[in-house]
């Protein structure tokens, strides 16, 4: 209790508090407010290092991608059914979040690894890129699995694929997962499926070429839908009776109308 | 189960989900990525209507100003309590949220209803904002209650505040809330207190100005901070041994020494 | 740091621990085990005082009353929808219990006050029980407020209330509650409503009786369900598919056929 | 929309609820109640079939051995600091929930495992079952892992193990795994090991011998530790101020002094 009593019990590498002082990696947030993006501060505080401006706007897009899908997923669902109960807003939308897993929001994660796959594989074989897409594709049947981040049960031709690509392609950054993710989508179109990759495989495909590790990839699935879980949440509370039996299915939206941006938004 | 099967259930508000289409609040999402900020995106799901891209950055000021503050706040300590028995990233992520109440993150609810408070008083008496602002102090203190959102245990004098209501003021929005919470400034500082207005505090004054309803403010908090209970989720995960005693103060910051934004940032 | 790191930095007066004794409220558990029904431990742990047996007995009659009510209750419906994610056993239980609140469960202690507040009225002013539960009513109608844990939307005769109250009088505890509870159904029932007390209303009644804080009671309701959210959970994940969107009204039972316990059991 | 509207679109074996009747796997909830034990509702809720009341008083046993271990556990460190914050009972103690994985609990579960190794190579081979232990832990620490479910940083000689199997012997079930644990003790000790079977190995052997799968175990540790649980987050609320930094291992008891039953109980 003398000197060990002095020497901290643990450390962490995220952030600083000190009077008048909150650094994150290092950045004073006072400096960074205003002059960075909120994407910018994820990947920052994920990753550990500042992004330049362009890999900020990619984190924005991604968040801004998948922020809500309406009432039908499991986050959803849960977050709704726990709020009917009258549960307060942290408690409900806490059980959105733990809906977050490999059947919802997994998919990032487990195409980013299935394209690490590849692109390694042809690191190793020098073969092209579409073989060695058609190779592993192969193994996967083989072994009674299936990729991950293709073709989607509403969605045959989202357009918010197109556009994560096109933004990434903006950056500048590496793109051997988007390019992995393009020769899977050449051997399934080939063999006649129609299995485009969707937002998840997308969103990993991205990540991936970032350097994001796959296992905080649902964490950034997380950021994104948390916006919408709190819209969900706010809604059931507001406008809703409590305990009612939430069919998951059944509804429509009767929001705006659709609309679009302003000219020169 | 004739007519009846046709009409749905209920009705939402939020996303209106169509094959290739996903449209929040009627703006179609893969037309916003790359066009409005997170921030903007936050603001519109919460509120239904696009902000303009000043208020979309003053919305990212707030997310980045609170989007960590350490190990030590009780989010963080539940996260990687829970992280620490071997919970899976949701699950110990949710815990953090749950914990996300009245007395974490609350102030800023509180505060912006308070400062409402002096904000109606004043329009209704019309007497000055400080006089106001005092009465209503007294009131509180007559009650045995306390103004929330000023003072800090850390923090005396707390940088992020004033560059929020610099940026607040740059959007030209109504600061009614903010000159309230000012005029609190003022009488604690006449009476000789150092209780100057915090980052919990200016948030509930810019989000009052803003127009959020009280309600959802704990909302706000939650996104912001979620990807620092990523973070720290993650790092309990790789960097410490399961089943720990976690201490919730004796601690320390062993990341990346003080540095700044390059000067073009 | 000297003398006061030797004080503990706070207490609690539930369970010591020693090295090879663990003591519940200073009973042994070792001791415990085999002596005590966990009916007992239950009410020990909550209350600070071990109960006799019969008192025992009444407690594992709760327990059993509540231990499951199907898979429509918003708690196994959570429950199952987290668990459908691929979420964890303790994850998803979680879910389950964070939806026992106000709207579900809440009658118990709601009741439990209203019953309270009778009880008390009669004392002070002598009048009849029914008068007095009129009277109350009659209140309760004026504020637009209704009486808790009176009739059921699917039991109009729920035998596990006509046993409760059987159990509770042989255990010859003061029945001041279940006394203010036959009143209201009295007063129900000569106003032409069938609102008998439900198995909700009829804890609320024994536990009031048996001196349980009203806060506390929804504690009990998920000692009692959690037996329940386990098997939905084990059920949901061993027997259906991952990511099924679950319809809360359209299911159906198909478990062993209705039986009963043998004659001397 | 005309026939399939009529077929249930799920089934569920648990409960079937209808106008005054819940039967849990069959039997009425009224009957059970008094009838049997909440030991005997939570095997036939979790298993389908009614245990005789041997069984049933060695569940009760095991729900008693595990129902607390005072303020250390994350499980109410994690229950506690949810609730400091403001929370719910129930979403604080949904915290305590979601800490029950593997490091936490799950050594019931992987000790049964383990246990059950042992017990199908006996069969397999017919060798002694110390020899057959011995053959899996050397296979164990040549794969760098540790039997489960042995030694306690706390208790070398923990009194609940002893009265456990005491119990489970009056059963008179099927007892391999208890054999097969008492195997591996004879094995550590001959290799000058004091590493005797704990509470939750002790927990692991008996359910294994009452044929409880393995992936349902850590649901019993859930149901056993909830009063603890409730107990905790209570007391947290009542007796603490909120937001207060809770130190996990420097605190102390203050609670009744150690007492017996009486002699008759």
Same mark, same amino acid.
């Given at each position: 209790m003398t000197e060990s009593s002095t020497e901290p019990a643990w450390k962490t590498a995220?952030?600083?508090?000190?009077?008048? %002082?909150?650094?994150?990696?290092g950045y004073d947030?006072? +400096?960074l407010m205003g002059n960075v993006?909120?994407?910018?501060?994820?990947y920052l505080i994920?990753?550990?290092e500042m992004p330049d401006e362009k890999v900020g706007r990619l984190m924005e897009a991604m968040l801004v991608a998948t922020i809500d899908h309406g009432a039908t997923p499991p986050s959803a669902l849960a977050a709704r059914t726990v709020a009917s109960t009258g549960a307060t807003l942290s408690a409900s939308v806490a059980a959105g979040i733990a809906s977050i897993n490999d059947h919802h929001g997994g998919a990032i994660e487990q195409c980013a690894r299935q394209l690490g796959h590849i692109v390694n594989q042809q690191k190793e074989t020098g073969e092209s890129l579409d073989r060695v897409a058609e190779a592993v594709l192969n193994d996967l049947k083989g072994a009674d699995q299936r990729m @991950? #981040?293709?073709? %989607?049960r509403i969605h045959d031709h989202d357009p918010r694929t197109a556009r994560l690509f096109e933004l990434a392609e903006q950056t500048g950054i590496d793109n051997s %997962?988007?390019? @992995?993710?393009?020769?899977v989508e050449n051997v399934f179109s080939a063999g006649g499926k129609n299995l485009p990759i969707n937002v998840d495989g997308a969103m990993g495909a991205i990540l991936a070429d970032l #350097?994001? +590790?796959p296992a905080m990839m649902n964490g950034l699935f997380m950021i994104a839908r948390l916006p919408g879980l709190v819209a969900h949440v706010h809604e059931e509370k507001t406008r809703q009776k409590p305990m009612r039996r939430i069919d998951p299915v059944n509804h429509s939206y009767d929001g705006p109308a659709a609309r679009s941006l302003p000219a020169n938004s």
């Open positions: 995220i952030t600083e508090v000190q009077p008048n %002082h909150v650094r994150v990696r947030i006072a +400096e993006s909120f994407g910018q501060a994820v994920l990753r550990g @991950a #981040g293709f073709g %989607h %997962h988007i390019q @992995a993710a393009k020769a #350097g994001f +590790e």
